[in-house]
């Protein structure tokens, strides 16, 4: 069987604790030796006795210079951790604060959507009722600015919309009073309104000139010497036709 842990405790027998400390003293002082030598470790190691001895081992015999090592790197720590817990504190108050904030926007949020009232007084109520009247004011009064403004739009494109208006009309009426003017003055010259539109259906249709005489081959010379010749403008295939 393999040995139990054994316990550590004080020895009551005051030599035999004298011969212990003796002992173990000595190896705790080789030990730092060897960790110094080996690992090139700074190593600074304190022992006092029962009877207030010390017993002391320093790499390279410098022990003030340790010490001074430990109490900066011992005062840097503290401030550190000084640090971190005064911010840690700083983000839970800040986070208690933000909670109950939270909290009671979302409660007046409540009470405005008019639940959980019951939590409240008579005065709290009227409070609530005044502030909420004020927000309709508030409501109704922005309301009505944006109907005016659209009205006041409607009305400005009204008034454009009218001008065009205007100007079309006398855009229709002096075209009108144009066209007017050119009836008449076709009523008063019949002649030239024809031969334009003689013209105008020469222009249109391509013609040829068709001589007409009498049937009568003794009439002919007479006709021809006492009635002028007629010509008329016919399309080609009225003229082919004839002449077929």
């Known amino acids: 069987m393999g040995r139990g842990k054994v316990q550590l405790k004080r020895i009551e027998n005051k030599i035999n604790r004298q011969v212990t400390f003796s002992k173990r003293r000595s190896g705790l002082l080789k030990k730092a030796h060897e960790i ?5 470790a700074e190593v600074g190691l304190i022992i006092f006795s029962t009877k ?28 550190l951790i000084s640090a971190e817990s005064e911010t840690q504190g700083n983000w839970c108050h800040e986070y ?3 909670k109950a904030k939270v909290e009671t926007i979302q409660k007046c949020q409540k009470h405005l959507m008019g639940e959980d009232l019951e ?4 005065k709290e109520l009227q409070q609530l009722e005044q502030q909420l009247e004020s927000s309709v004011k508030h409501i109704r009064s922005r309301k009505s600015q944006l109907m005016l403004e659209s009205i006041s739009e409607l009305q400005k494109k009204e008034k454009s919309l009218q001008e065009e208006n205007k100007v079309l009309r006398k855009e229709l009426v002096e075209k009108q009073k144009v066209y007017k003017r050119l009836v008449q003055w076709d009523q008063t010259q019949p002649q030239t309104s024809s031969s334009s539109s003689s013209f105008m259906m020469r222009e249109a249709l391509p013609t040829t000139n ?3 005489y009498a049937a009568a081959a003794g009439e002919r010379a ?5 009635q002028p010749q ?7 295939w009225m003229v082919s036709h004839i002449n077929g």
């Open 210 to 212: 068709i001589s007409i």
């Open 222 to 226: 007479e006709d021809a010497a006492g």
């Open 36 to 40: 110094s030598v080996l690992c090139d």
């Open 52 to 79: 207030g001895k010390l017993y002391e081992y320093a790499t390279d015999s410098c022990m003030d210079k340790i010490l001074e090592r430990y109490e900066r790197y011992s005062y840097a720590e503290k401030v």
């Open 230 to 236: 007629i010509h008329i403008g016919l399309p080609p």
């Open 96 to 98: 208690r604060k933000l």
């Open 119 to 122: 939590s409240l007084n008579l």
